[in-house]
C-alpha cells in the first residue's frame, strides 16, 4: 500500500486561509468516507482535526474544515493563527488483500508567516 | 477523559526484541479496537497493527508481519506489542491509539514511546 500525497509545505500569513491537499486512489480516499486529518506539534502527539472528511471533533476550532472531491481530500484552515502552525497528516482507511488496512500521507509542514 | 500511557521502550540491538505496553483509562476499554502508530526520528506516522475490540482479529503493515504481535488483556485495561527481529528500520516513538470503528479514525493517542534499534 502506498501512502497518501501531501504537499511538504504551506504557508500563510495571520487571518489568510490554507488549504492542504491529500490525493490517493480510488481504493482508498475516493472509496471510502473514513478520510481523517492530524495535527501534530513537535515532540507532541498527534490531535485529532476532521474525521469522516468532514467532521470536527468538539473543542476543535470551526476554523477547521474538510471536504472531498474523488481521490483527493483537502484540508482548509481559515484565520489563520500563530498556533496553527504544525505538522498535518492524512488518513484513510483501505483494504489490502480485503483485509482493513490503514495509510497516511505524508505529512504536510504548515508555517504561519 | 481518555489517557493512553505507553511503556516499555528503549535501545535494543539489532534482532532483538522488545515488549510495548500502553495502560489505557478513561473508557471502557474492552469494547474498542486498538492501534499502533509509529514515527521515525523526522519522519511521518506509519500504521503498524490494528485489533479489534475483542482480539479475534490482528492486521499488520507489510514491513512488521511476522516479527510484531499485537494483544491485548481487557482484564488490566492494557494494550500490547511484542516486536522481535528488530531492524534498525524500526526506530521510531511507538503510539497506542484508540479506534472509532464508525468512522475508522484514531480518536485518541498516547504521548508515545522511543524505541531505538542499534545496529
Known amino acids: 500500500q502506498s501512502a497518501l500525497t501531501q504537499p511538504a509545505s504551506v504557508s500563510g500569513s495571520p487571518g489568510q486561509s490554507i488549504t492542504i491537499s491529500c490525493t490517493g486512489t480510488s481504493s482508498d480516499v475516493g472509496g471510502y468516507n473514513y478520510v481523517s486529518w492530524y495535527q501534530q506539534h513537535p515532540g507532541k502527539a498527534p490531535k485529532l482535526m476532521i474525521y469522516?472528511?468532514?467532521n470536527r471533533p468538539s473543542g476543535v476550532s470551526n476554523r477547521f474544515s474538510g471536504s472531498k472531491s474523488g481521490n483527493t481530500a483537502s484540508l482548509t484552515i481559515s484565520g489563520l493563527q500563530a498556533e496553527d502552525e504544525a505538522n498535518y497528516y492524512c488518513s484513510s482507511y483501505t483494504t489490502s488483500s480485503t483485509l482493513p488496512y490503514w495509510v497516511f500521507g505524508g505529512g504536510t509542514k504548515m508555517t504561519v508567516l | 477523559q481518555v489517557h493512553l500511557v505507553e511503556s516499555g521502550g528503549g535501545v535494543v540491538q539489532c534482532g532483538g526484541s522488545l515488549r510495548l505496553s500502553c495502560a489505557a483509562s478513561g473508557f471502557t476499554f474492552s469494547i474498542y479496537g486498538m492501534h499502533w502508530v509509529r514515527q521515525a526520528p523526522g519522519k511521518g506516522l506509519e500504521w503498524v497493527a490494528f485489533i479489534r475490540y475483542d482480539g479475534s482479529n490482528k492486521y499488520y503493515t507489510d514491513s512488521v508481519k511476522g516479527r510484531f504481535t499485537i494483544s491485548r488483556d481487557n482484564s488490566k485495561n492494557t494494550l500490547y506489542l511484542q516486536m522481535n527481529s528488530l531492524r534498525p528500520e524500526d526506530t521510531a516513538v511507538y503510539y497506542c491509539?484508540?479506534?472509532?470503528?464508525?468512522?475508522?479514525?484514531?480518536?485518541?493517542w498516547g504521548q508515545g514511546t522511543l524505541v531505538t534499534v542499534s545496529s
Open positions: 469522516e472528511v468532514s
Open positions: 491509539a484508540k479506534h472509532v470503528h464508525s468512522g475508522s479514525y484514531y480518536g485518541d
